[in-house]
């Protein structure tokens, strides 16, 4: 099980770096689908429905892939939404310039003082905590972030709030997250 999940982790990382030019925020939220497993699917309101199989973990969550073909969670970040791409090879939580601002940093203040090799190049990144990231039930405490000053047009939702839950694993249909 953890070698599928490391399989397809490094396909979907491929796939990011092959087609993260052509990403656009604009293509809007697609609406949450329920599948046979019958969990929360992660979206701006999560719809909630349980079968017996699941009161062992009732906070499992699903995030659809989505037409291009990408897990896209709508997370709450400090109390804001934030839509982030699902990405198991960004090593921590990656934050744009604007989403940042958002949830109340002040870009001026901060020392972009690491350097990080992005799919478009290399750039620097100020590392802040987030005080709580959340997708649909599955909530994270203190999770560290890089906000790039530039390179990227979407922020990612890397490893260090994936490797913080109990498991994660894809389905040919879903992303399926175990706090």
Known sequence: MSKSVIVLGSAVVSAIAACFGMLSLSDGFRSPQTHATSVVVASPVASETRSEADTANPHTTA?????????????????KAVRLLVDTGATVVVLTPADAQRLGFDLKTLPFDHTVSTANGETTAALVNLAKVGVGQSEVRNVDALIVKDGLETSLLGMSYLGRLSRFEATPSSLILHP
């Open 63 to 79: 995030i659809p892939k989505a037409a291009d073909g990408h897990f896209w969670a709508n997370a709450v970040v400090n109390s």
